[in-house]
């Protein structure tokens, strides 16, 4: 099957191509007259669900372009107030009415004539929707979408002073790749040290967080936030105990191949130990990978290498370039991170990151541009809710790229050995991740199911779980009071709770897809085009098997996938 990247914004139908958001009375007519409307057979029914869909589309983009323009500069007070006002004046009013409409839906005497092989999963997140709405929750939901927020303005405008000038702190981390070990160990401290100066206000803004997290919880009959949260992730097809399994299985699998790996690069250095301002350097008189020195360059070498591998993956990024829809470098007054972000009506989504010429940018871009790719793929579905498809699935899109990619990598890395090194990096951090994000996991299981805990308890179980997944190689004495507060860095514990163990069930995706790359390039590549084309149109299994996938995280299979990777290392 053709795919194309010459993506057209929606045809609006339903509302003026004038609209904007400016207020909520400007909205709520569109609102009225969809749940007010006379519904009286299959073909109305259809009609009615793709005039919501067109509104949904139209209001999303709007929060998406509200949220990129305040990340891309967070100093910007105006770009902050109509984020805010969007949650706290906008978003609380379309709530009640897209409960109204759900229940619209799911009562109509038509429902059962929609086709069940199109519908199964768009219905069965409208009934998990309706399930948990509560009209109370809605002030709770608007604070913390204004607080999650806060992080980004927190840790954006952190900076240090590193050989007379100030960096951020994304671009400090270059440092830590130098043959210099002094340097290496300055930036690292000074990078630890300015996290520590915002230690107690981050500790607040997360009580707060969880405080309020809990209360949602209990609001909708739940427990705890854990089992809620589950819900609205859409976690149909495992369970907690099932991450459980996940993080024993990476004790038991993965960290021996970690110890491996740090092991190698002691000797390598030819170091008596191995400290944490360590792990990214080469030995004395091996400069630094430097792939790229612009942001500019960074996206036409990325357009080269995606052309490469399928000339429809270079297309997108194309696209995006054409449309300015990438902001790629860091600079002070921008959030940390990168994302992709969906933009519904639109069609062609937006990448932020923020690059500092390190080989991490390279893996970043390509992560990013793998996701970009499933937003072009899933946009000619016919409704805005067939889009939203599971992040265990839109994590296998990104992380199978960076290992697909890694075969036209020459277009970063010219000399033979900077390529060699580069790969040997990439299948490195697929290996190391997975310890974090286990301890990442495993901590906010803890932290939701004990909401009232003190800063002192959580300080204690913190260390108790980084200990458990802690490697026999690196020394981190003497480094006590930065470790304390590790998980502060985590984006995701602040602005995404749970939305982590996914980076983990879609790294093992992605090897699969990797694994079959191996065998038959091009099959692999129609399998991934495939299973992406179905948006969230399928079950996560199903998605998983169109894409030649087994959705299965057991210890049998990470012990299979670990030695793939072991043997293409």
Known sequence: MSYTADIKKLTRHFLPNTLIVTDWPALEPYFKTLLNREITDKISLEKWLQDMSELEAFVNEDACWRQIKMTCDNENKSLEDAYNYFCLDIQPHIQPYSDALNKKLIHSPFLPELDEAVYHTYLRNTKKNIELFRAENIPIQAEISVLQQQFGQITGAMMVTINGEEFTLQQAAKFLENDDRNLREEAYKKIQDRRLEDK???????????????????????????????????????????????????????????????????????????????????????????????????????????????????????????????????????????????????????????????????????????????????????????????????????????????DYWETFFENTDDLARAKEHQLERVITIFPWIAIIDKFQHWVYEHPAHTHEERTAVWLATVAEFTDDVIDYSGLENYRNNAWQRQLHLFEVPFYYIEYGIAQLGAIGMWMQYKNNPQQALDNYCNALSLGGTKTLPELYQAAGLEFDFSPQKIKILMEFVKGQM
């Open 200 to 406: 107690e206000k981050l500790n607040e803004l997360y009580d707060t967080l969880i405080g309020l997290r809990n209360k949602e919880a209990t609001n909708a009959g739940f427990n705890n936030y854990r089992d809620y949260r589950f819900k609205e992730l859409g976690r149909f097809d495992y369970t907690k105990e099932d991450c459980y399994k996940f993080h024993d299985a990476v004790k038991q699998h993965v960290l021996p191949l970690v110890n491996e790996i740090y092991k190698k690069k002691k000797q390598k250095l030819g170091l008596d130990t191995l400290r944490p301002w360590d792990i990214d350097a080469e030995p004395a008189g091996t400069k630094p990978l430097a792939p790229f020195a612009t942001s500019n360059e960074l996206i036409e070498k990325s357009i080269e290498c995606f052309t490469k591998l399928r000339p429809f993956f270079g297309e997108c990024l194309q696209r995006m370039k054409a449309m300015q829809h990438l902001d790629l470098d860091s600079r002070k007054g921008k959030s940390p991170g990168g994302y992709n972000c969906p933009l519904a009506e639109s069609g062609a989504p937006f990448i932020f990151m923020n690059a500092a010429g390190q080989m991490h940018d390279v893996t970043t871009m390509v992560h990013e541009g793998g996701h970009a790719v499933h937003s072009f793929l899933a946009h000619p579905l016919a409704l805005t809710g067939f889009k939203e498809y599971p992040m265990e699935i839109a994590e296998v899109a990104s992380m199978a790229m960076e290992l697909f990619s890694m």
